[in-house]
Protein backbone atom coordinates (compact mmCIF):
# COMPACT_ATOMS: atom_id res chain seq x y z
CA UNK A 1 0.00 0.00 0.00
CA UNK A 2 1.33 2.83 -0.89
CA UNK A 3 1.28 6.32 1.00
CA UNK A 4 -0.93 7.52 -1.77
CA UNK A 5 -3.64 5.39 -1.31
CA UNK A 6 -7.13 6.71 -0.25
CA UNK A 7 -7.18 4.52 3.11
CA UNK A 8 -3.29 5.75 3.71
CA UNK A 9 -4.77 9.19 3.62
CA UNK A 10 -8.14 8.32 5.46
CA UNK A 11 -5.75 7.07 8.18
CA UNK A 12 -3.12 10.08 8.76
CA UNK A 13 -6.31 12.16 8.55
CA UNK A 14 -7.63 10.74 11.56
CA UNK A 15 -4.93 10.60 13.58
CA UNK A 16 -4.44 14.14 12.87
CA UNK A 17 -7.49 14.87 14.14
CA UNK A 18 -8.02 12.54 17.00
CA UNK A 19 -4.57 14.30 18.12
CA UNK A 20 -5.72 17.91 17.62
CA UNK A 21 -8.91 16.67 20.00
CA UNK A 22 -6.16 15.12 22.53
CA UNK A 23 -3.87 17.76 22.02
CA UNK A 24 -6.81 20.75 23.17
CA UNK A 25 -8.56 18.51 25.42
CA UNK A 26 -5.34 18.38 27.83
CA UNK A 27 -4.15 21.89 27.11
CA UNK A 28 -7.58 23.32 28.39
CA UNK A 29 -8.21 20.98 31.27
CA UNK A 30 -4.19 21.81 32.24
CA UNK A 31 -4.95 25.51 31.40
CA UNK A 32 -7.93 25.49 33.38
CA UNK A 33 -6.13 24.60 36.67
CA UNK A 34 -3.46 27.15 35.94
CA UNK A 35 -6.06 29.68 35.70
CA UNK A 36 -7.31 28.73 39.08
CA UNK A 37 -4.08 28.86 40.60
CA UNK A 38 -3.02 32.02 38.51
CA UNK A 39 -6.84 33.93 40.34
CA UNK A 40 -5.57 31.54 43.75
CA UNK A 41 -2.21 32.72 44.41
CA UNK A 42 -1.77 36.21 42.53
CA UNK A 43 -5.39 37.89 42.14
CA UNK A 44 -6.85 36.33 45.52
CA UNK A 45 -3.31 37.68 47.13
CA UNK A 46 -3.85 41.05 45.77
CA UNK A 47 -7.13 41.85 47.53
CA UNK A 48 -6.14 40.31 50.79
CA UNK A 49 -2.76 42.47 50.79
CA UNK A 50 -0.74 39.72 50.88
CA UNK A 51 0.81 40.25 47.48
CA UNK A 52 4.52 40.09 48.80
CA UNK A 53 4.17 36.30 48.41
CA UNK A 54 4.19 36.80 44.79
CA UNK A 55 8.02 37.52 45.43
CA UNK A 56 8.49 33.60 46.44
CA UNK A 57 7.63 32.88 42.97
CA UNK A 58 8.60 35.81 40.66
CA UNK A 59 11.06 37.57 43.09
CA UNK A 60 11.14 41.57 42.51
CA UNK A 61 7.68 41.63 40.80
CA UNK A 62 5.90 43.08 44.09
CA UNK A 63 7.31 46.69 45.52
CA UNK A 64 5.34 48.51 48.02
CA UNK A 65 6.69 51.72 46.44
CA UNK A 66 4.77 51.39 42.95
CA UNK A 67 1.48 50.69 44.20
CA UNK A 68 0.38 51.55 40.74
CA UNK A 69 2.39 48.81 38.94
CA UNK A 70 1.32 46.31 41.63
CA UNK A 71 -2.42 46.95 40.52
CA UNK A 72 -1.17 46.94 37.01
CA UNK A 73 -0.17 43.38 37.31
CA UNK A 74 -2.58 42.46 39.85
CA UNK A 75 -5.27 43.11 36.52
CA UNK A 76 -2.76 41.31 34.06
CA UNK A 77 -3.23 38.36 36.41
CA UNK A 78 -7.19 38.40 37.18
CA UNK A 79 -7.48 38.92 33.41
CA UNK A 80 -5.13 35.98 32.65
CA UNK A 81 -6.96 33.97 35.37
CA UNK A 82 -9.83 34.19 33.49
CA UNK A 83 -9.07 34.01 29.68
CA UNK A 84 -7.68 30.51 30.56
CA UNK A 85 -10.94 29.59 32.74
CA UNK A 86 -12.96 30.76 29.79
CA UNK A 87 -11.16 30.01 27.00
CA UNK A 88 -11.73 26.50 27.33
CA UNK A 89 -15.41 26.49 27.45
CA UNK A 90 -15.21 29.01 24.61
CA UNK A 91 -13.93 26.60 22.20
CA UNK A 92 -15.79 23.49 22.29
CA UNK A 93 -17.85 23.27 19.55
CA UNK A 94 -20.66 21.41 20.74
CA UNK A 95 -21.30 23.96 23.96
CA UNK A 96 -20.92 26.82 21.15
CA UNK A 97 -23.63 24.95 18.80
CA UNK A 98 -26.09 24.21 21.84
CA UNK A 99 -25.80 27.63 23.77
CA UNK A 100 -25.08 30.25 21.43
CA UNK A 101 -26.00 32.94 23.23
CA UNK A 102 -24.53 31.80 26.40
CA UNK A 103 -21.11 31.69 24.30
CA UNK A 104 -21.71 34.84 23.32
CA UNK A 105 -22.07 36.73 26.41
CA UNK A 106 -19.15 34.61 27.72
CA UNK A 107 -17.38 35.99 24.89
CA UNK A 108 -17.42 39.56 25.93
CA UNK A 109 -16.57 38.34 29.15
CA UNK A 110 -13.58 37.10 27.26
CA UNK A 111 -12.56 39.60 25.26
CA UNK A 112 -12.82 42.26 27.79
CA UNK A 113 -10.41 39.88 29.96
CA UNK A 114 -7.90 39.86 27.17
CA UNK A 115 -8.26 43.31 26.90
CA UNK A 116 -7.49 43.90 30.42
CA UNK A 117 -4.81 41.04 30.90
CA UNK A 118 -2.91 42.38 27.58
CA UNK A 119 -3.30 46.49 28.83
CA UNK A 120 -2.39 45.54 32.24
CA UNK A 121 1.06 43.89 31.65
CA UNK A 122 1.99 46.64 29.33
CA UNK A 123 1.16 49.05 31.76
CA UNK A 124 3.48 46.89 34.25
CA UNK A 125 6.62 47.26 31.21
CA UNK A 126 5.78 50.64 31.16
CA UNK A 127 5.62 51.44 34.64
CA UNK A 128 8.14 49.35 36.20
CA UNK A 129 9.62 47.39 33.51
CA UNK A 130 10.51 43.61 34.12
CA UNK A 131 13.10 41.81 35.98
CA UNK A 132 15.06 40.63 32.75
CA UNK A 133 15.86 44.16 31.79
CA UNK A 134 15.36 45.22 28.11
CA UNK A 135 15.33 41.78 26.03
CA UNK A 136 12.33 40.69 28.44
CA UNK A 137 10.94 44.00 27.96
CA UNK A 138 10.84 43.71 24.53
CA UNK A 139 9.74 39.75 24.52
CA UNK A 140 6.91 40.58 26.92
CA UNK A 141 5.82 43.98 25.45
CA UNK A 142 5.34 42.04 21.90
CA UNK A 143 3.32 39.52 23.71
CA UNK A 144 1.05 42.02 25.25
CA UNK A 145 0.58 43.81 21.68
CA UNK A 146 -0.32 40.78 19.86
CA UNK A 147 -2.96 39.36 22.59
CA UNK A 148 -4.62 42.89 22.29
CA UNK A 149 -4.59 43.12 18.76
CA UNK A 150 -5.91 39.23 18.85
CA UNK A 151 -9.03 39.91 20.82
CA UNK A 152 -9.89 43.07 18.66
CA UNK A 153 -9.54 40.95 15.71
CA UNK A 154 -11.83 38.67 17.06
CA UNK A 155 -14.29 40.40 18.47
CA UNK A 156 -14.38 42.25 15.23
CA UNK A 157 -15.08 39.79 13.04
CA UNK A 158 -17.53 38.16 15.60
CA UNK A 159 -19.50 41.38 15.15
CA UNK A 160 -19.36 41.38 11.46
CA UNK A 161 -20.33 37.57 11.18
CA UNK A 162 -17.35 36.47 9.40
CA UNK A 163 -17.31 33.44 11.71
CA UNK A 164 -14.74 31.61 9.69
CA UNK A 165 -11.92 34.41 10.96
CA UNK A 166 -13.61 34.91 14.39
CA UNK A 167 -12.85 31.24 15.16
CA UNK A 168 -9.27 31.73 13.88
CA UNK A 169 -8.65 34.56 15.65
CA UNK A 170 -10.03 33.26 18.79
CA UNK A 171 -7.71 30.06 18.08
CA UNK A 172 -4.87 32.69 18.06
CA UNK A 173 -5.95 34.44 21.29
CA UNK A 174 -6.04 31.02 23.06
CA UNK A 175 -2.87 29.95 21.69
CA UNK A 176 -1.82 33.69 23.37
CA UNK A 177 -3.33 32.92 26.45
CA UNK A 178 -1.51 29.95 27.63
CA UNK A 179 1.61 31.46 27.35
CA UNK A 180 1.95 32.25 31.06
CA UNK A 181 1.07 28.83 31.51
CA UNK A 182 3.74 27.58 29.33
CA UNK A 183 6.47 29.75 30.12
CA UNK A 184 6.34 28.04 33.93
CA UNK A 185 5.50 24.96 33.01
CA UNK A 186 9.16 25.01 30.21
CA UNK A 187 10.96 26.65 33.14
CA UNK A 188 10.03 24.00 35.84
CA UNK A 189 11.28 21.43 33.03
CA UNK A 190 14.71 23.57 32.07
CA UNK A 191 15.71 23.53 36.04
CA UNK A 192 14.23 20.18 36.80
CA UNK A 193 16.29 18.18 33.24
CA UNK A 194 19.69 20.93 32.61
CA UNK A 195 20.07 21.93 36.35
CA UNK A 196 19.06 25.56 35.75
CA UNK A 197 21.88 26.63 32.38
CA UNK A 198 21.60 29.71 31.26
CA UNK A 199 18.96 31.12 33.59
CA UNK A 200 20.33 33.88 36.49
CA UNK A 201 18.27 35.15 39.34
CA UNK A 202 17.80 37.96 37.59
CA UNK A 203 16.70 36.48 34.55
CA UNK A 204 19.30 37.72 31.81
CA UNK A 205 20.78 34.73 31.59
CA UNK A 206 20.76 32.94 27.51
CA UNK A 207 17.85 30.86 28.41
CA UNK A 208 16.27 33.53 29.86
CA UNK A 209 16.32 35.33 27.02
CA UNK A 210 15.63 32.91 24.52
CA UNK A 211 12.22 32.04 27.23
CA UNK A 212 10.92 35.96 26.61
CA UNK A 213 10.05 34.89 23.14
CA UNK A 214 9.55 31.27 23.25
CA UNK A 215 6.39 30.99 25.39
CA UNK A 216 4.25 32.45 23.11
CA UNK A 217 5.27 32.40 19.18
CA UNK A 218 5.89 28.49 19.00
CA UNK A 219 1.87 28.63 20.06
CA UNK A 220 0.88 31.11 17.68
CA UNK A 221 3.10 28.77 14.75
CA UNK A 222 0.60 25.73 16.14
CA UNK A 223 -2.46 27.72 15.99
CA UNK A 224 -1.00 28.54 12.22
CA UNK A 225 -0.97 24.76 11.44
CA UNK A 226 -4.45 24.27 12.86
CA UNK A 227 -6.22 26.59 11.39
CA UNK A 228 -4.55 25.98 7.49
CA UNK A 229 -4.24 22.54 7.57
CA UNK A 230 -6.39 21.74 5.02
CA UNK A 231 -4.18 24.09 2.59
CA UNK A 232 -0.53 23.16 5.10
CA UNK A 233 -0.64 19.60 5.74
CA UNK A 234 -1.85 18.24 1.82
CA UNK A 235 -0.13 14.59 2.11
CA UNK A 236 -0.07 11.55 4.19
CA UNK A 237 3.54 12.26 5.45
CA UNK A 238 2.97 15.57 6.44
CA UNK A 239 -0.07 14.47 8.47
CA UNK A 240 1.66 11.77 10.00
CA UNK A 241 5.10 14.14 10.96
CA UNK A 242 2.37 17.12 12.36
CA UNK A 243 0.95 14.00 14.20
CA UNK A 244 3.93 12.70 15.96
CA UNK A 245 5.20 16.37 17.07
CA UNK A 246 1.41 16.81 18.78
CA UNK A 247 1.74 13.09 20.26
CA UNK A 248 5.04 14.25 21.67
CA UNK A 249 3.39 17.92 22.97
CA UNK A 250 0.59 15.83 24.35
CA UNK A 251 3.17 13.40 26.51
CA UNK A 252 4.80 16.46 27.52
CA UNK A 253 1.55 18.21 28.58
CA UNK A 254 0.07 14.95 30.53
CA UNK A 255 3.52 14.85 32.29
CA UNK A 256 4.14 18.47 33.37
CA UNK A 257 0.17 18.95 34.30
CA UNK A 258 0.20 16.19 36.70
CA UNK A 259 3.71 17.60 38.36
CA UNK A 260 2.98 20.85 38.90
CA UNK A 261 -0.69 20.54 40.40
CA UNK A 262 0.47 17.65 42.80
CA UNK A 263 3.82 20.35 43.09
CA UNK A 264 2.25 24.21 43.01
CA UNK A 265 -0.49 24.41 41.32
CA UNK A 266 -2.89 22.13 43.59
CA UNK A 267 -1.94 22.95 46.73
CA UNK A 268 -2.18 26.67 46.09
CA UNK A 269 -5.87 26.26 45.05
CA UNK A 270 -7.00 23.96 48.04
CA UNK A 271 -4.56 26.90 50.16
CA UNK A 272 -7.33 29.45 49.07
CA UNK A 273 -10.15 27.62 50.71
Not at 220 to 230: H, T, Y
Amino acid sequence: MTLESPVAMDASSRFLKWNIQLLAGIVWLSAFIFGLYILAFYFIALLQGNTAQWNNILPGLYDAQTKTATWSIGIHFAGGGLILILGCIQLIDRFRKKHPSVHRWIGRVYILASLATALGGLAFIFLKGTIGGTVMDIGFTGYGVLMFYAAVQTIRHARSRRFDQHRAWALRLFALAIGSWLYRMDYGFWMLTMDGWGHSNNFQGPFDHFMSFWFYLPNLLVAEIIIRRQNWLTTPISKWMASGGLFLCIAFFILATFFFTKHYWGPAIVGLW
